[in-house]
């Protein structure tokens, strides 16, 4: 079975800019939640997502937001983005919501200038 | 909402030695707890878990855990850590039905 897959791996976007990271899950996971880790911080959670609705959420501002896909396809969008944002993001899928077994990615390392 | 607690942020052993990384979480009742690694250029997976019943886990790779509920602790060990174990661990615990992580561990083995 594919792993969960994330793209793109890289990117870099100045300051105001808005940025698009998606996530595809592993086949037959339906739950997908969105990580953000940072040296400072650690791996702290941004929101869950199932059969296409948000059923959790972390403590980020509203310029974060997300969206999952009839196909479990999970997108997160980061808007105005500040020099504060710059983390690994991390995408990970379960086959359940709530599940604390997860599945992760590889990351979208993200840069903001 | 739980929070958890990783003493140890850097760890250096040399091969064959025993291993131990401390986990506190915040506060009782019924908990699920975690350890998950990230070894060097991997993504990161899931080590062992604790939902319930016997407190000492086994894991992957030789890895245990023991859920000591009066202490609020879930301790990873090894007996005898290998180079292949250089990575970085994180305790985890659900709360709220998300997962609520430590700042993680790093461990580095030399041969």
């Known amino acids: 079975k594919a792993g969960v897959t994330q793209t793109p791996r890289y990117l870099i976007k100045t300051r105001g800019q808005q940025v698009t990271l998606s996530c595809s899950p592993i086949?037959?996971?339906?739950?997908v939640s969105w990580y953000q880790q940072t040296p400072g911080q650690g791996l702290q959670f941004l929101f869950e997502y199932f059969s296409e609705t948000q059923r959790n959420k972390g403590n980020f501002p509203g310029r974060f937001s997300g969206r999952q896909f009839s196909n479990s396809r999970s997108e997160m969008n980061v808007s105005t983005l500040e020099l504060g944002d710059s983390a690994l993001y991390l995408c990970a899928s379960s086959l359940e919501p709530g599940s604390g077994e997860q599945y992760f990615g590889p990351g979208t390392r993200l840069t903001v200038t | 909402a739980q929070s958890v607690s990783q003493h140890n942020h850097h760890v250096i052993l040399s091969e064959a030695a025993s291993l131990e990384l401390g986990c506190n979480y915040s506060?009782?009742?019924?908990?699920?707890l975690f350890w998950y690694v990230q070894y060097p250029g991997q993504h990161l997976q899931l080590l062992l878990k604790y939902f319930s019943g016997d407190p000492l886990v086994k894991g992957i790779k030789g890895f245990e855990a023991e859920f000591i509920k009066s202490k609020f602790s879930f301790n990873l060990r090894k007996p005898s850590v290998q180079w292949s174990d250089t990575a970085e661990y994180f305790c985890a615990v659900k709360s709220f039905q998300k997962l609520v992580f430590g700042t993680g561990t790093r461990l580095l083995v030399s041969p």
């Open positions: 086949s037959g996971h339906r739950s």
């Open positions: 506060y009782g009742g019924t908990v699920n």
